[in-house]
């Protein structure tokens, strides 16, 4: 028997297999192929552009910027103007200031939470799909059950009832969309689980969890990478809710969705505090749809798109 | 047919069952005793009290004797007691469901109304400006946060039409036209995203339809292009829109939540906001499962349309 017929990029990997990072390692051609497919997609590159100079602002921002965000300025309620680009708030903070912060609580909370989705989800999709049978259903009403309710209401329930903080609202978007993550990999690797290769390593006896991370988990990459940036946008807005709510970050630490709680007081006259925030959202949950997207017209080649 | 509508019901019996026990069991075994928030956690409650409150509250089985009052409770409309006002709960709910179901109602409506409508226009001019300009008004739709819409849609309708919310909700059947004057603003809010996401899906769903023989042959036959678009294309089209619709129906949930305590309207979700911040748990265990039984609700529904719109579905039951 030999091992290389077994690898996927063999002729009888799918169209999924041909997305492994495995392929990429191996096969300096594909990952060009790749990176030339993303480079004309228009849609992808700016996705890809907003999210890195967002991340660069959040960053770099308040490290040039001449104030802070819990510096107190003397006047309150500022209009912008060239010192305080997106103004001043009620105790004459500088909004900009605020935003880039704000910047960095999105990407902390966002990222940290779809890495906590993907940690509950990608194992049990994994152990679902691989043993199968009971065990396979069992887990599968589980997530059914857990789809039953709104995220939205499930990430308030589980914030609200923790105790409103910014790891709270982290756990509770995490658990909330662990479910979409359980049932994309269990498809996914149970369609790679019929693949010679699997059937040959189990024979071998390859021990399972050698299997389920080696030969699964790694060819299914792809999928999973565009199922993470699609979840990122989700889990910038679910933030902003529960911040907005009140459920999340928690004062003095800024964050978008609580700077727009903290505008509706002031709107009639100040209505840039309302403005500012919002569009920040909107931008960066535009710029990840854009690069899921993307990446799914790039590195998931089976879906068509319009 | 029939069968089919059968068992689909019975499949979310399970689903309901499971739903409510992970809101009882996430409301009763976080932490943050509810007699503890009570008494203040004061060092002056003793042991006796405490059990005394518990038996008060309806807390001194064990959690599945508690769990089966709560849910036969659900069935017989005896939900207890709010724990901060002492209102029946029955009373609240009465008052709230109505107005979240007319929101989301409202919501779905508009959703379908527009974005199916510009949805064709986008797929039939395709490559043209206002397709384009549909297309990215469809993404940007998807990706505004309601409750930005919303906070801005007060600010524009108090400066430019003197707009505000009512203090009081007037109910539709005191009022119709006062009621959806009341109404409008918060159900376009909460519709967005169902909207960009319906005008997004009939796109795509009617530019693949059009390339299809049967679209072809009504035009060959020489069926008036009305006829073609209509009955051949978009009523072919409308199945893959319907399961996304149904799908998004979780975010319709969430939307309208946040825009009632936006806009203060009484409804389902203000009450749970409201429960959750002065942790009032009976409440805050009727109202979340109340919208995740809608939820599972319109997700049945939508399959059951489903099964009417597809003619394979129909023939090969």
Same mark, same amino acid.
């Given at each position: 028997m030999t091992l290389p017929a077994m690898t996927?990029? !063999?002729?009888?990997? !799918?169209t999924l297999a041909d997305v492994t990072p495995e392929i990429v390692q191996t096969n300096g051609s594909r990952r060009r192929e790749i990176v030339r497919d993303f480079a004309h997609n228009r849609l992808g590159l700016v996705g890809l552009l907003i999210v890195v100079v967002t991340l660069l602002a959040a960053v770099i921002g308040p490290l040039l910027w001449?104030? !802070?965000?819990s510096d107190q300025d003397a006047t309150r309620l500022l209009s912008p103007r060239m010192s305080h680009p997106f103004g001043t708030d009620e105790l004459g903070r500088d909004v900009f200031s605020r935003i880039l912060h704000g910047a960095l609580v999105s990407f902390e909370v966002s990222i940290l939470a779809v890495l906590i989705a993907a940690a509950i989800g990608v194992p049990i999709g994994l152990v679902a799909a691989f043993y199968g049978s009971v065990l396979d259903g069992v887990l599968m009403r589980c997530i059914d059950i857990l789809f039953a309710i709104p995220p939205l209401v499930l990430a308030i329930l589980i914030a609200g009832l923790l105790g409103p903080s910014r790891i709270n609202a982290m756990i509770a978007i995490g658990v909330v969309y662990a479910p979409p993550f359980a049932r994309v990999v269990r498809g996914s690797a149970l369609s790679i689980m019929t693949l010679p290769y699997v059937e040959a390593a189990r024979a071998l006896g390859v021990p399972r969890l050698t299997i389920m991370v080696r030969h699964l988990l790694r060819n299914i990459m792809g999928p999973l990478i565009v199922l993470i940036t699609v979840y990122l946008s989700s889990a910038v807005l679910t933030e902003a809710s529960l911040s907005f709510l009140g459920l999340g970050t928690q004062p003095p630490e800024p964050s978008w969705g609580s700077m727009l709680r903290d505008a509706r007081a002031y709107m009639q006259i100040a209505p840039w505090l309302a403005i500012f925030p919002g569009a920040a959202i909107m931008l960066l949950v535009l710029g990840f749809n854009f690069l899921g997207d993307g990446l799914r017209d790039t590195l998931d080649p089976r879906s068509t798109h319009d | 047919m029939r069968r089919q509508w059968v068992r689909r019901l019975l499949q979310a019996v399970p689903t309901l069952l499971g739903m409510s026990i992970l809101i009882f069991g996430l409301v009763h075994l976080l932490p943050g005793d509810v007699t503890s928030a009570l008494t203040g956690g004061e060092a002056g409650a003793n042991a006796s009290s405490e059990a005394a409150l518990r038996k008060a509250l309806g807390l001194n089985g064990s959690i599945p004797l508690q769990y089966w009052h709560f849910v036969t409770g659900l069935f017989s409309g005896h939900l207890g007691k709010s724990?901060?006002?002492?209102?029946s709960i029955a009373t609240i709910m009465g008052g709230a469901i109505p107005i979240t179901l007319e929101i989301a109602l409202l919501a779905s409506l508009m959703a379908v109304a527009v974005g199916m409508p510009l949805g064709v226009l986008s797929a039939l001019k395709r490559n043209s400006a206002s397709d384009l300009l549909g297309r990215v008004a469809g993404l940007v739709g998807l990706s505004v946060p309601n409750f930005w819409l919303a906070t801005l849609a007060l600010l524009a309708t108090s400066r430019f039409f003197g707009w505000v919310p009512a203090l009081e909700w007037t109910s539709f059947w005191s009022d119709p036209l006062e009621n959806l004057s009341q109404a409008a603003v918060p159900a376009f809010c909460v519709s967005f995203y169902l909207l960009a996401m319906v005008m997004r899906m009939t796109r795509a769903s009617m530019l693949e339809v059009l390339h299809e023989g049967y679209v072809r042959t009504a035009r060959a036959k020489g069926a008036p292009e009305r006829v073609v678009i209509v009955r051949h294309a978009l009523r072919n089209s409308l199945i893959p829109v319907v399961t996304v619709v149904g799908t998004q129906v979780g975010s319709l949930m969430g939307g309208v939540t946040i825009i009632e305590v936006i806009f203060g309207i009484p409804g389902v979700g203000n009450t749970l906001i409201n429960a959750v911040y002065t942790r009032d748990y009976p409440l805050i265990e009727v109202t979340a499962v109340f919208l995740a039984a809608v939820f599972v609700i319109l997700n049945l529904a939508v399959d059951l349309v489903y099964g009417l719109l597809d003619p394979r579905l129909r023939a090969s039951t």
């Open positions: 996927p990029g !063999s002729a009888q990997a !799918s001449h104030t !802070s965000y | 724990f901060v006002t002492g209102q």
